[in-house]
């Protein structure tokens, strides 16, 4: 699959529905909605009500990402401001299980995420439990930073851990995706791209998803 999610993140909050309708025309599949506290990321950036003019203006699937210390506190609300899918770091709790059971239960397509200096092995327990894997290419927190390169082989051992296991588990990329490296990771093995700055940051944000589309 090949998919593009922007990066709500970084797109102008004073004019946010123009942006969400450039989101709609575009080819963008998903719109990527990055919460952080403060407290697992040394970074606040939005929570429960930017969900309602996200789903009122965004016609395409909210992806959210917490990045937050206790998700089991909060997953349920996320799915039932709208979440299409809510993902959650691995690292930020002890039992992911029962917390991906709760997501289920509200019938959200569930993920688990890792930031970078976390062993990507870690994650291969919960391939068959999960709808997708977001593999963090830059540390999580900021829009902005550079790609991780070694963020490449995690792709391809991720892939091919689930092929082994004919699984239909997707391979979520987020930080530092941009025209230039997207091309590169699809081929190995990414089956979504999330681009804030890549998208919002450029003259032509429509262009910048298709040319990372294809
Ligand atoms: C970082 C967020 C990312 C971020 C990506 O903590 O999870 O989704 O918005 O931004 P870019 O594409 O600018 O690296
Ligand atoms: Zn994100």
């Known amino acids: 699959m090949k998919l593009i999610a922007p990066s709500v993140l970084s797109a102008d909050f004073g004019h946010l529905a123009q942006d969400l309708e450039m989101i709609n025309r575009s080819?963008?599949?998903?719109?990527?909605?990055d919460v952080m506290d403060g407290t697992f990321v040394p970074n606040i950036s939005f929570g429960f009500p930017l969900m309602k003019p996200f789903k009122q203006y965004c016609t395409k699937?909210?992806?959210?990402?917490?990045?937050?210390?206790?998700?089991e506190?909060?997953?349920?609300?996320?799915c039932d401001a709208g979440a299409?899918?809510?993902?959650?770091?691995?690292?930020a709790v002890d039992n992911p299980l029962p917390i991906l059971d709760m997501i289920k239960a509200k019938g959200v397509r569930t993920c688990l995420t890792i930031n970078p200096d976390i062993d990507v092995k870690r994650l291969v327990p919960y391939l068959d439990k999960v709808d997708m894997?977001?593999?963090m290419s830059v540390f999580a927190g900021f829009g902005g930073q550079k790609f991780i390169p070694e963020t490449m082989e995690k792709i391809r051992f991720i892939k091919s851990e689930i092929e082994k296991r004919g699984l239909k588990t997707l391979i979520e990329i987020d930080g530092g995706v941009n025209t230039e490296?997207?091309?590169?990771?699809?081929?190995?093995?990414?089956?979504v791209l999330v681009a804030g700055s890549a998208v919002f940051g450029t003259k032509d944000?429509?262009?910048a998803i298709r040319v990372m589309k294809e």
């Open 181 to 191: 490296n997207a091309a590169e990771l699809f081929a190995a093995g990414a089956d």
């Open 205 to 207: 944000p429509e262009k």
């Open 27 to 33: 080819d963008a599949d998903w719109l990527h909605v």
């Open 73 to 78: 506190k909060y997953v349920e609300r996320f």
């Open 133 to 135: 894997i977001l593999l």
């Open 84 to 91: 299409w899918s809510v993902g959650f770091h691995l690292e």
């Open 61 to 71: 699937p909210l992806d959210v990402h917490l990045m937050i210390v206790h998700p």
